[in-house]
């Protein structure tokens, strides 16, 4: 197990619209100045590919659209110990962040996870591109885990 730096993995489905924050996310972020130890990666739709990802780093920030209770556009930060700790996300996924990070921790990862999870209308019309509301979402949860980032740099 290697311990790296910080991995930001996002995952979603940029071809059903909101579905695809996660990676609108980890897009914008690409953009802006990182601290040296952290790495972005759009994770697409997911899949056990990601697992060799997971396992080299030495923190994990997931961001992922979620269908739960909270109102559109909500940007929820959560520390997720165990499958029920996670909102329920959308099943345009290969598979689900639940069911990834399960078989990454059956496997021993042990990295602190972290998930900012953006609320979504799970019933909006497939397109390409996100709405307003998700477009201020992306942009309200690039600022928070730039902070978070800036922040553990600096304790380090």
Request: with cysteine; glycine share 12%.
């Amino acid at each position: 197990m290697n311990n790296g730096g910080t991995l930001v993995l996002g995952i979603g489905n940029i071809l059903m619209g909101d579905e695809g924050v996660g990676v609108a996310v980890v897009k914008a972020l690409e953009k802006r100045p990182l601290p040296a130890d952290v790495t972005c990666l759009d994770g697409g739709t997911g899949g056990f590919t990601l697992l060799g990802a997971l396992e080299d780093a030495g923190r994990i920030l997931l961001v992922d659209a979620a269908a739960d209770d909270q109102p559109i556009g909500t940007v929820t930060r959560l520390e997720p110990r165990f499958a029920r700790d996670y909102p329920p996300t959308l099943t345009a996924h290969d598979i689900g962040v639940k069911d990834l990070l399960d078989v990454f921790y059956l496997r021993g990862g042990e990295p602190e996870v972290v998930l900012y999870a953006i609320t979504i209308d799970p019933h909006q019309s497939l397109s390409v591109g996100l709405s307003p509301v998700a477009e201020r979402a992306v942009a309200e949860a690039v600022e928070r885990i730039m902070a978070e980032l800036v922040a553990v740099a600096v304790t380090l």
